[in-house]
């Protein structure tokens, strides 16, 4: 047996029925990612030694008795935007290259301090979790286990790519437009993008503060809904969290899907969809109908009008959000300055990436007198239009089904150069974002090329149980993950 | 809408970025693209339809105004580009 081939809940019962050890989980990690990292690169800060430390010192105190998390001494992996108290905290932008946050975020507090998870270390991602391929990274260049030519997704690649190659347990993503489910879907991973409001953004950086949140990237759905559990809940330091009982999401998957309603948007399979993502889904539309869901054909006219919307909010937001990035108090300071002005121009110019700083003109763009009515308001009024298309589909349906991402994995440097076609990555995830719904993404299938397919579940607010139980079910009558695994290969011509 | 290299300027003055002469272009092309792809919001029958500006509905939260000191300055000043007698530290503005 190898231990980073488990998930979360199978290394759990091990560690109970004293199988394993914890010194020997973070041990066995800490070498798969060494030996996997010079083709991944999915770590800009990796802990290593420290986590083997740790895992032992954790491992001691249960020994003794103490009190710690149901999941102590499991490890896990963070996205590079979460800050994290004494460990850089770089969003992989140059920016914040030397960047160590003087506090714990919320939800970092949460899986580290509270329950006591090993951090393995913080994980890459497009600069301020702009892209779709975790290209934009000022620091490398993710690789995709299934094929180390293609990009990972983004902007959680580094999350995704670790999961799937067995360096990580289980990761945390932050999803503004697709961030978690889009590079799950290309990496062959489970991601859920919760509800906006349920679980605290408090600590995570800020890109478009009514679209983030932050989610967990695992290896199915029952860690996913486990490490929900775990994160979800109110934070006064966050006002936009929710008020709500604290759930435990593993209660609600029941392995039944007999009766529920599950609507599939036509607007979804249409232009610009590959071919194989369609037959793939097709083929989980019958497996859910065997199943016993009631599958019916709907109409949710919202996958072009989301995305303009979503770059015009998205972008505004930034461009509010990254005012704070000066060079006075933090991050990058130019050398290069007389006044300062100059301190703000130049360190802005030199520290933010090509994307970024297009992300912001745009956004100010549309902020600007005399284009505010005709964009920013537009996009606002969109945003309802877009709310009511769905809230009119969930009277009638349980479950939205559609693809997560209109094509499989593509080639590093494929997309790089044309930035409105790497936004076309996020077509089918971004409308979730825009209403605030949430959405689990798992792998269902893989095209000629060997590479994953993902299937995008999408309920209704705060009704992550019902997506929940629909993966599991669709997982436990597929077995994707024995089916299928990571080939590494070094990619050919395709 | 086109967008005119002068008001591309004026955009990044706003945003307090400076465009080095030969990105320019690139940025003109990518705006453009971008931004015909975003007037598809006007096409979209939005009449009567209020603006959402939040997805959940959660509005005016209240708390109770309490000063929480953070103690810890060196964490904070070690992100300093630049500090002198735990201050930060700019050029001279007068």
């Known amino acids: 047996m190898d231990i980073t081939e488990l998930t979360v809940h199978e290394l759990k019962e091990k560690l109970d029925n004293k199988e394993i050890t914890y010194a020997e989980v973070t041990k066995a990690y800490v070498n798969r990612i060494n030996e996997k990292e010079k083709d991944i690169e999915a770590f800009v800060t990796n802990l290593g030694e420290e986590a083997i430390q740790k895992s032992i010192e954790i491992q ?5 008795g103490e009190n710690l998390g149901e999941y102590a001494g499991i490890p896990i992996g963070l996205k590079d935007n979460m800050c994290t108290k004494g460990i850089k905290t770089t969003c992989s932008s140059k920016m914040l290259e030397n960047f160590i946050s003087p506090y714990d975020g919320t939800v970092v507090n949460k899986v580290i301090n509270e329950e006591n998870m090993i951090n393995l270390g913080k994980l890459n991602m497009d600069e301020f979790a702009m892209g779709s391929s975790t290209e934009n990274s000022a620091f490398k260049k993710t690789k995709n286990p299934w094929d180390l030519s293609k990009v990972p997704g983004g902007s959680s690649g580094g999350s995704a790519a670790a999961v ?42 800020a890109f478009a503060s009514s679209l983030d949140q932050i989610g967990p990237i695992t290896k199915d759905v029952k860690d996913a809904a486990i490490l929900l559990s775990l994160i979800a809940g109110h934070d006064e330091k966050d006002s936009t969290s929710m008020d709500m009982p604290k759930k435990d999401y593993t209660k609600a998957l029941k392995n039944n899907v007999k009766g529920l309603k599950i609507g599939v948007p036509k607007e979804f399979f249409g ?54 990035f000066d060079g006075i108090r933090y991050g990058y300071r130019t050398k290069n300055f007389t006044n300062l002005k100059e301190i703000y121009n130049n360190s802005r110019s030199e520290g933010f990436g090509a994307e970024v700083k297009r992300r912001i003109i745009l956004g100010t763009y549309v902020l600007s007198s005399g284009y505010y009515d005709a964009y920013y308001k537009k996009a606002q009024q969109v945003r309802t239009l877009v709310k009511n298309e769905f809230e009119r589909n969930f009277e009638k349906y349980d479950v939205i089904l559609t693809p997560t991402s209109p094509i499989t994995a593509f080639k590093i440097g494929e997309k790089s150069e044309n930035p409105l076609e790497m936004y076309l990555s996020d077509i089918c995830t971004v409308s979730v974002n825009i209403a605030g719904l949430p959405g689990l993404s798992i792998p269902c299938g893989v095209d000629s090329r060997g590479l994953p397919i ?23 009558a597929t077995n994707f993950r024995e089916n299928y695994k990571p080939t590494f290969k070094k990619g050919g011509n395709s | 809408m086109k967008v005119e290299r ?21 940025y003109l092309v990518n705006l453009q693209d971008i931004l015909n792809y975003a007037n598809i919001v006007n096409k979209a029958d ?8 939040a997805a959940n509905e959660n509005y005016n939260v209240f708390r109770k105004d309490e000063i929480v000191k953070f103690e810890d300055t060196e964490s904070l000043l070690q992100n300093a580009p630049d500090a002198e007698l735990h201050m930060f530290k700019i050029p001279k503005v007068l």
């Open chain 1, 60 to 64: 001691e105190r249960l020994k003794n």
């Open chain 1, 164 to 205: 799937a190659a067995d360096m990580v347990p289980w990761a945390l993503g932050s999803d503004t437009g697709g961030s978690i489910r889009q590079p799950a879907s290309l990496c062959g991973v489970v991601g859920l993008k919760p509800t906006y409001g349920l679980v605290s953004r408090y600590g995570l950086v």
């Open chain 1, 271 to 324: 232009e610009g969809i590959d071919k194989e993502v369609k037959e793939a889904l097709n083929k989980a539309i019958d497996k859910y109908k065997e199943l016993g869901a009631i599958v019916e054909e709907t109409s949710l006219n919202v996958a072009e009008y989301s995305l303009a919307t979503y770059y015009i909010i998205a972008c505004a937001e930034a461009s509010s959000n990254l005012g704070r």
């Open chain 1, 454 to 476: 993902g299937m995008q579940l999408i309920g209704k607010a705060f009704d992550e149980e019902t997506i929940l139980n629909a993966g599991y079910t669709y997982e436990q």
């Open chain 2, 6 to 26: 002068q008001e591309l300027l004026h955009i990044a003055k706003l945003a307090n970025l400076t465009i080095k002469e030969e990105e320019i272009e690139n």
């Open chain 2, 46 to 53: 939005v009449d009567g339809l209020k603006e959402t500006i």
